[in-house]
């Protein structure tokens, strides 16, 4: 079974700049998270789709942050503009159950940096 | 407001022994726990998870209790090896809500 696959994996940007991270779910995981993990923290859910709706979004900075996942498959998380604050990790991941009690898949993140 | 809490941020153990992980939380709601391990540059990786209605859940040299009334969960690797060595995120959720702990980073020494 292929993974959850996420690109790029590192990018670094200076403050003000916009960047895009993708992420492919696991095929037939209708529940998609974004989750943003900053060195030494665990990790903290951004935002979650069930298909292609959301779910949840009450962690996600909207007024810099917006993500979308069209068709119920990819996703995209962008930032714009970015800020030091936002370096971070991340990690995209997808579950078959919406609860994620029994555990999700997560990708190898997107490492940011931004300076 | 952190509801899922791991107080010890590191922990060393020889390979062999028995590693104890904990994990406290605060919101009696929480109906799923979870342990994830991480490897650097990896993403999480789900490990183990335990309704609240139990007490003990086991898979091979994993096994996590849960103690309701304290409010802690637990996770013994026996025997541990060097491969375990890795951060382990203690999770809890209950609905949509999803809330991870700080991580403990183990370590086994060879």
């Known amino acids: 079974e292929a993974g959850v696959a996420q690109s790029p994996r590192y990018k670094i940007i200076e403050k003000r700049q916009s960047v895009a991270f993708w992420c492919n779910p696991i095929?037939?995981?209708?529940?998609l998270y974004w989750y943003q993990q900053i060195l030494g923290q665990g990790p903290k859910l951004l935002i979650q789709f069930q298909n292609n709706g959301v779910v949840d979004d009450s962690q996600l900075p909207k007024d810099r942050f917006s993500a979308e996942r069209l068709k119920g498959v990819d996703s995209t998380l962008k930032i714009q503009p970015a800020k030091l604050e936002d370096s971070a990790v991340y990690l995209c991941?997808?579950?078959?159950?919406?609860?994620?009690?029994?555990?999700?898949?997560f990708g190898s993140g997107t490492r940011l940096t931004v300076v | 407001d952190q509801q899922v809490k791991q107080n010890s941020p590191s922990l060393s153990v020889q390979e062999g022994r028995i590693s104890i992980l904990n994990c406290d939380y605060t919101?009696?709601?929480?109906?799923?726990f979870l342990w994830y391990k991480k490897y650097p540059a990896e993403g999480p990786t789900f490990l183990i998870s335990?309704?609240?209605?139990?007490d003990k859940n086991e898979d091979g040299r994993f096994t996590v209790f849960l103690n309701k009334s304290a409010k802690h969960l637990s996770l013994h690797i026996v025997p541990s090896q060097p491969g375990d060595s890795a951060v382990y995120f203690c999770a809890a959720t209950t609905g949509n809500q999803f809330y991870f702990g700080t991580g403990t980073s183990l370590t086994v020494i060879p």
């Open positions: 335990i309704s609240s209605i139990k």
């Open positions: 095929s037939g995981h209708a529940t």
């Open positions: 919101n009696s709601m929480f109906d799923y």
């Open positions: 991941a997808s579950s078959l159950d919406p609860r994620g009690a029994h555990g999700y898949t």
